[in-house]
């Protein structure tokens, strides 16, 4: 952005205003004095809403790039930060930081632990592995959800996975039948995270024909077994599939014929 401040001053003049929209963009990017000033210009044209997205969204940029400054005009200003803020700001500052920014959200009374924002922001504190800041929000009422397994699979450990299991068991948001808990599986057995398959299988969550084609090609033979049996179990066993005769395939490509003897006397069909 170029600051020709003068031109600014011009329009000004000639009657040209900032909606709240303009003020977003201008907060990266312009000087503190400027920035005041330009909120006393959409003040004096009805312009000025502290409590739109785009007001919470530029104090939220305002904190993240540490122009705090600006943030606390924009706070004196009546400018508060919303729950759709918290997952971007755990993102990107510091414990403290975020604990100031629960506290504002709460001060101002849009603090809303079980929405899907307070989860999102929880499961990037996982990602970030801030698990101060997981306890932080822990304490505060938050719990992860189903959505957020599969990325939490990706990124930490075993013992986080299980303790973030737990969480959601106490908080009654586990679900081992939907679809998040499927393409958790499919994230654990993409990193042959065979420890958190077992987890998994042991918690409820099973694996469908769609899944076998990988399981296939990443798998050890005792693993494809274990998951042709998990899948037997869950009755989610179809041998007659095109999911099956893609794995039959898979296997026979690579030369896998230990695994083509397993799928045949499972009962898929020998395409080769």
Request: hydrophobic share 35%.
């Amino acid at each position: 952005m170029q600051h020709k401040y003068d031109v600014c001053d011009l329009l000004f003049q000639e009657g040209f205003s900032l909606t709240m929209k303009n003020f977003l963009d201008m907060v990266s990017s312009v000087s503190f004095d400027y920035i005041k000033k330009t909120i006393q210009d959409m003040k004096e044209t009805n312009n000025w809403n502290p409590k739109c997205d785009d007001a919470s969204k530029a104090l939220e940029t305002a904190y993240c790039l540490h122009k705090y400054d600006v943030y606390g005009l924009l706070v004196q200003e009546g400018v508060s930060f919303t729950m759709h803020n918290l997952p971007h700001v755990v993102e990107r500052v510091s414990y403290d930081n975020i604990l100031k920014t629960v506290q504002n959200i709460k001060d101002n009374g849009y603090w809303d632990p079980k929405c899907d924002d307070a989860s999102k922001a929880l499961e990037n504190a996982y990602s970030r592995q801030m698990y101060d800041v997981c306890d932080l929000l822990d304490q505060e009422g938050v719990s992860l959800t189903m959505n957020n397994l599969p990325c939490v699979v990706e990124r930490v450990s075993f013992k986080k996975i299980s303790l973030t299991i737990q969480n959601m068991k106490d908080n009654n948001n586990w679900d081992p039948g939907c679809d998040h808990a499927c393409e958790a599986l499919e994230n654990a057995l993409s990193q042959d995270m065979y420890d958190v398959c077992d987890l998994l299988f042991q918690e409820g969550v099973s694996l469908t024909m769609e899944n076998l084609p990988q399981v296939v090609d990443s798998g050890s033979f005792e693993y494809i077994r274990k998951a042709v049996q998990n899948m037997k179990e869950s009755d989610n066993w179809d041998p007659k599939c095109d999911d099956a005769s893609e794995a039959f395939d898979n296997a026979y490509i690579y030369e896998r014929y230990d695994v083509c003897d397993l799928l045949v006397q499972e009962g898929v069909l020998q395409t080769k």
